[in-house]
């Protein structure tokens, strides 16, 4: 099963919430993604997030996908670590 969920950014995240978001991303089973603009970036992969989000400025949209049997419960998970960031849908 494949979800997702689309926001925009209010503020950069901090190296912390990036690293415990891929710690949390790394402990489902599922295939977690990150698509900003043209670049999308592996969510449990520490260096890649941390260089997508080089270039996010404040009000930039992105997508974040989970593919895999638990993908419903690490969106719902995943997404309560973001505080920096406004749902749209």
């Known amino acids: 099963m494949r979800k997702k969920r689309i926001f925009s950014v209010l503020g950069k995240p901090s190296v912390r919430e990036v690293t415990r978001f891929v710690e949390t991303a790394r402990s489902f089973a599922s295939h977690i993604m990150i698509c900003h603009g043209k670049i999308t970036a592996n969510g449990k992969g520490l260096l890649?997030?941390?260089?997508?989000?080089?270039?996010?400025?404040?009000?930039?949209?992105?997508?974040?996908t989970a593919a895999g049997p638990d993908a419903d419960r690490a969106l719902e998970e995943l997404v309560h670590l973001f505080q920096w960031v406004h749902y749209d849908l």
């Not at 890649?48 to 009000?59: A, C, D, H, P, W």
């Open 48 to 64: 890649g997030l941390i260089s997508l989000f080089i270039g996010v400025e404040k009000g930039d949209r992105l997508i974040l």
